[in-house]
């Protein structure tokens, strides 16, 4: 499970990576497009802090930031996810938590990192959808893409 996850979680990490370079490259300034990457790298440090037992996050799910201090949480949030995959051994326990509107679950860490990487692939396929629709080109940030790059099968462009 361990490999499992670090392997997504790179994944994660490496179509966020994408996604940012993407928006620096063609200057994207949009708003909304900011929001929902925003929206997507945020959540990545909610979970983190729930999952840790750490205080509640003071960053806005839905908040305005700018590309640069999205850059910055995206680039937190990975090397939290990382090291905590890196040091947990187990990740089948269940988490006792209020979401973001204060409203009590129960649901077992694992699949929670498994929701938070779809949770992340999902938002990034708006922002592409997004992109184009306002004459940006968008990036590719599909899962088998990455397996092809870390498998020596494609090159990364």
Same mark, same amino acid.
């Given at each position: ?6 392997? $997504? ?5 490496? /179509? ?6 993407? =928006? %620096?490259?063609? *200057? ?38 700018? $590309? ?5 949480? /995206? ?6 996810? =990382? %090291?905590?995959? *890196? ?71």
């Amino acid at each position: 499970m361990k490999e499992y996850f670090l392997k $997504l979680y790179q994944y994660n990490d490496w /179509a966020n990576r994408r996604v940012i370079d993407c =928006l %620096e490259g063609q *200057d994207v300034r949009d708003e909304k497009i900011l929001r929902i990457f925003g929206h997507l790298v945020c959540a990545q440090l909610i979970w983190f802090n729930r999952i840790k037992g750490l205080p509640k996050s003071t960053l806005q799910l839905w908040g305005d930031y700018s $590309l640069s201090e999205l850059k910055s949480i /995206a680039k937190e949030a990975s090397l939290c996810w =990382l %090291e905590l995959i *890196d040091e947990e051994s187990s990740f089948d326990r269940i988490l006792k938590y209020n979401n973001y509107v204060g409203d009590y679950y129960e649901t077992n860490i694992r699949d929670l990192m498994a929701h938070l990487v779809n949770h992340c692939t999902y938002h990034r396929g708006q922002v592409a959808v997004l992109l184009r629709d306002k004459g940006f080109e968008p990036v590719n940030t599909d899962f088998v893409t990455f397996d092809r790059i870390i498998s020596g099968q494609l090159k990364e462009n």
